[in-house]
């Protein structure tokens, strides 16, 4: 059994964590954090918690006494509270961007912040750095863009087939957060579909970071807001640099994600849909179609909280801590 | 560890039959019957359920062999597999129409249809009746809009608070079921409120057959179609009999659910909604406001195909077996 | 020709305005202030009038030249525009709460404002009050629940078939407004049901006003949001005072919206639906049913920014100034 | 005023050019066939058009008479009429794909009929051929993916600067038809992104037809339906082919575009969306911005019932009998 503490708990990777954790058989919830919140059952803002006695409590993050902490906090706070409790010995899981990059430059450039306290970090991707993860104090989640862009892109990337992706992505509105913003205002967004940050993404920089220890490449992304709560699906186009078949690339991938317990790799009929993993931590994907032009179509389909956030979090402490990488993880999707 | 059997598995309760059960500790689905998709692995129909090693089978329900059979048929369609089930001792929880009421007559006249086998049958709603669920061999398992209705209504009338309800429902579309329809049809639906079967649902004498067994009360029922996949929001609004004050009722109806696993009471500050109960087993019930015209508000929120179908289904055989009664159902709404 | 001000011009209903009085034939948009977008271009707030060539100005009312002008400002803004316009003979149509009630007491009760400007106004339904329209300088521009509500039970309320209204709404959320709110954001609203302000919504004592001028009545009124851009459903529930048949009551209301241009009473196998008045100015009523209780059930639809505000106030407009009734109105629902 | 006929009156596109020559001035609308709707108001089929006095009617193309005819069939429908209302010499503005390929084979191949009637016919997009369309006696409406994909294309690769396209829309469900089927499901569509025909969808050899007029392109189109009424969304993501600014790509388009009356380029720091268009005739084309990889992106919004198909279809026939080109079309977009 050991002690989490929740850092910033009020919002919705907050809310995931603790739906998640509730069924955790080797885990209890300490703290969880809000300083607008103190001493409110976490259910005022957390409907669906309701009947859980847990209340938001205003501790700092040096009085939280726990074997490990969710930071899930905006970026640019992660990075004054995190090394505080690494220096404790409390092993971390940051939710934020600021332990994402490999390069304090790139970090300051994309998110037009100092980075004030530098440390190393394991990207928790599990997927790729499994073994890693196992050791590591300091875990930085990764994006919810990046984790379905990469797990979509990587086999192929490693077998030389590509080297300039077009990452179209359709993403749910979850992911702005909980706090009400013109662009989760439902007259403008429901029956809309809002492409933003259209070249200068701040997930782009990470996607490519990690796509890029595979093979040459260069990404290229644009998110689109469409009117769905939780979700996204990311459309991969890439022109294929040496000739291949669908069913050769669906091989690469069913070999390249064999054991992996939250990856499914769907059969050529069918596509990847949100619903198929809403509230899950799956990630599937598909498609492997290339057409006249040998561009290749790879689509890959995530819950944004989940596998983009608070179950990839819970994933990672799974491995940190040699549990069942799927405690308290094996929840299946809620279609429809 | 028992064996359970599927009748009709292809369709949303089908679904959620299976969602819940594939995490049930003593249970082991044997069969799952489709004519349809004789042979084909259910995550053709339910992606969700992708990665389960289960397909459809065409069988016939006098060769199923179970302890228990759940029939997912349509009204109609049940009262011609029943009784040959419970004929050869295997236990039966019907989630169709045709068990559920007292009188034959009262089903002729609601449903259009003769009714060829009638049968001693409990209706299945545990609040009400979890000592006669207890001894059942046949569960007519509740509807929908019944469900959240009575479970709104009851406490009121046992206490002779009112005597004529208008029961306001708006509800998502997954109870009009998996197959397209005019109804269902996304241009129809999408932003649109649509009423329909305005004075003359089949379940408004089911609701008027369980509420009035706690007092004198009339029951005008109509329900409104709104793009909502899942979910049911109850409106009851009666004119009190009495003075009595919110908090009087509040009192009563906490109360009357006290040691209910699956009704949860509002505070006064909450309104139930539907993404406190989405995927989950939950009816909320709260409000109990009262206006200048000694009208009173109560609401109630449940999941459609769980509390309304499925996870209700599951809740009872529980019950029946002995079974922890929230095996299986221990989920948390999916918010937001 | 007439010139026309707007007050309060980057609002949902300052857009809706612009809308229609572009296409209007005796109109000149002289002035539309809004303080936050001085010198703007109104499309970059209302991205459907672009090519327009309008700026919005940030005018104080006592400097704008106008014949008439529109005041879509907030309640309590009104009071302390409204006089002084009025004072300089320009006609003012204003569409906030202010100047709707026949008592100050009222008002303020609802409101929770002192009244600092009471002046004479008319309530600016054109189906009641045509002919004091004709003649007014100050037209309260009714609520967008009024509206809806007060048409769909005064035929009633009139034969005296009708005492106790329960009025149950459901309304688009494009009714909150252009300001991003908990209430509007996306992940709160959609795949969501929220009743709010259940017993003491503004709204209710404004149909109690105008509904008891024809009869003794109580209304009682509870709104629900649903995930809806624009329209409100409502939906009317009583208890018919005497013995009545549909078709009775079908006529009654033919006969008293016989001439009007923007009422259109359904027939029985059609229900009000919301996409059929979609961005238009007509109000459908119809359903008339009656059930086994005596209840009958009247449903009404509108759009709320248009019938339940905008187009109305131009309506009104074009009955002041004699245009005909339909000029720039004469546009057709959107559906699906 | 000339007479006009629509066969096939009864789906969206027959509704959407009824929503529009109702209010032009110079036609009479003589006939709106259906076979399955005879002698019904057409306000039964579509309820926004409720109060027209207008019935369908099941005439055979021979016994229409009229001046020009909208043949809104499904493909394969329209050959089989088509070729005998043009001997009678009534001009025909066909909405299928029948008449669209400049070549049988392409036709066969992709719709996978045989074509019966070849003739000789003028592809419909003013935007290019409106001196031909000014002429013409058979009109071949472009399809709706087509007409977002084309606009947006063809300055870029008119002036060189583009070789590849990769054509990733996101479509309403209306273009789907009016008919239910499992991809218009409201359970399957809402809260998902859908991708279908990820290769071979049938607009895309139309697409590669007209922009390959412009300039050596190879054109890979992707659709996804996302959950919204009306509306494409069309992001076009291409590699340039050398050195140049958003600036100067801008006034390219702006160039390209000048005096068209119903597309629009939007400003920089504008990105087209759907509300902006809905219910108008509107093209909106923007973005143009520039990625690190010389990847620069185009966006263009249509309303697929308008631009897509029968407003497009009007501005065909009002350029045809020289008429203003904007006569009915006039219609502002409905935002929100």
Chains 1, 2, 3, 4 share one sequence.
């Not at 964590?17 to 809000?34: A, E, G, I, Y």
């Not at 077998?159 to 179209?168: F, G, Q, R, S, T």
């Amino acid at each position: 059994m050991i002690d989490v503490g929740i850092i910033g708990g009020s919002g919705y990777t907050g809310g995931e964590l603790l739906r998640f954790l509730m069924n955790h058989d080797h885990v209890n919830v300490k703290t969880v954090t809000s300083r607008q919140y103190n001493r409110i059952n976490i259910s005022k803002v957390h409907p669906h918690l309701k009947g859980l006695d847990i209340e938001f409590e205003d501790v700092a993050a040096d009085k939280i006494d726990a074997d490990i902490v969710f930071t899930a906090t905006p970026h640019g706070a992660s990075m004054n509270i995190v090394p505080e409790l690494i220096e404790r010995d409390i092993k971390v899981i940051d939710l934020s961007g600021d332990y994402r990059f490999d390069s304090i430059n790139k970090y300051e450039k994309w998110y037009g912040l100092k980075h004030s306290n530098p440390l190393e970090s394991v990207y928790g991707l599990p997927e790729v750095y499994r073994e890693e993860i196992k050791k590591a104090n300091l875990i930085a989640n990764p994006g919810c863009f990046p984790t379905g862009s990469i797990l979509a892109s990587i086999p192929l990337v490693k077998e030389k087939l590509a080297d300039k992706l077009i990452v179209d992505s359709k993403t749910g509105v979850s992911g702005a957060g909980i706090k009400p913003t013109e662009a989760t205002h439902y007259p403008n967004l429901a029956d809309n579909v809002n492409p933003y940050a259209i070249i200068n993404h701040r997930h782009m920089p990470e996607i490519q970071q990690e796509v890029e220890k595979f093979g040459d490449v260069k990404v290229s992304f644009t998110p689109h807001l469409v009117p769905v709560i939780r979700g996204i699906l990311t459309t991969i186009h890439t022109f294929l640099k040496e000739d291949v078949t669908s069913k050769k690339v669906k091989e690469i991938y069913e070999a390249f994600y064999n054991d992996e317990p939250f990856v499914r790799i769907c059969d050529f009929e069918e596509i990847p849909r949100l619903s198929a993993v809403r509230g899950s931590n799956y990630c599937d994907i598909g498609c492997f179609q290339i057409d006249h032009n040998d561009r290749i179509v790879i689509i890959s389909a995530i819950d944004n909280l989940v596998k983009g956030a608070s179950g990839q979090a819970i994933q990672n402490m799974n491995i940190m801590y040699g549990f069942n990488e799927k405690e308290s993880l094996d929840v299946i999707g809620l279609h429809p």
